[in-house]
T-cell receptor, first 113, second 114 residues
Framework: EADIYQTPRYLVIGTGKKITLECSQT?????MYWYQQDPGMELHLIHY???????EKGDLSSESTVSRIRTEHFPLTLESARPSHTSQYLC????????????FGPGTRLTVT | AQSVTQLGSHVSVSEGALVLLRCNYS??????LFWYVQYPNQGLQLLLK??????LVKGINGFEAEFKKSETSFHLTKPSAHMSDAAEYFC????????????FGKGTLLTVNP
């Protein structure tokens, strides 16, 4: 069973605040991903990582940044939150072998007021 | 470039009726295909995957999907809908060369009526 965790699950924060969304996985997966999903909408890839010290921007431009200092940890940071950042953020991981299926965390629902 | 089209953003069925969710893909190479389910306020859960073995793939919760290369389709079915099947369903494709990235469809919301 996949074990991937995201905290916080829900966050309401004021404009201009710096926030970090945490994502950790215990499966030793080398690849990790961040998606942004508006309610009832499709997923948009905003960041991904192929391993430690490797990060790339995804298909959807995002003002957020990510880091990958440890295999199991892939945090996402917003330096100055804005209402346009209100969304659900989903973290996922996958291995290099097999069919590359991704395993998802429960998500963080962010509301910026 | 690969893409996924899910026909019907919303499908409504009665409990006990057949569930059919449609997915068509485009890919220049043989793909890996996936169906995920998302319940409210949760992440995505893998239902099933096609990896070029059997064309009929069985997944969890009684769902199955059939890969049809000639139709570039990977439709999801379940013979008898249950109330607990109400959720959002996403089809996704990975077709080599994409650097391990999945391309997702826009999703289909399944409603099950009593």
């Amino acid at each position: 069973e996949a074990d991937i965790y995201q905290t916080p699950r829900y966050l309401v924060i004021g404009t201009g605040k710096k926030i970090t969304l945490e994502c950790s996985q215990t499966m030793g997966h080398d690849k990790m991903y961040w998606y942004q999903q508006d309610p009832g909408m499709e997923l948009h890839l905003i960041h991904y990582s192929y391993g430690v010290n490797s990060t790339e921007k995804g298909d959807l431009s995002s003002e957020s940044t990510v880091s990958r200092i440890r295999t199991e940890h892939f945090p996402l940071t917003l330096e100055s939150a804005r209402p346009s950042h209100t969304s659900q953020y989903l973290c996922a991981s996958s291995t290099s072998g097999g069919a590359y299926e991704q395993y998802f965390g429960p998500g963080t629902r962010l509301t910026v007021t | 470039a690969q893409s996924v089209t899910q026909l019907g953003s919303h499908v409504s069925v009665s409990e006990g009726a057949l569930v059919l969710l449609r997915c068509n893909y485009s890919s220049s190479v043989p793909p890996y295909l996936f169906w995920y389910v998302q319940y409210p306020n949760q992440g995505l859960q893998l239902l099933l995957k096609y990896t070029s073995a059997a064309t009929l793939v069985k997944g969890i919760n009684g769902f199955e999907a059939e890969f049809k290369k000639s139709e570039t389709s990977f439709h999801l079915t379940k013979p008898s809908a249950h109330m607990s099947d109400a959720a959002e369903y996403f089809c996704a494709v990975e077709s080599g060369g994409s650097n391990y990235k999945l391309t997702f469809g826009k999703g289909t919301l399944l409603t099950v009526n009593p």
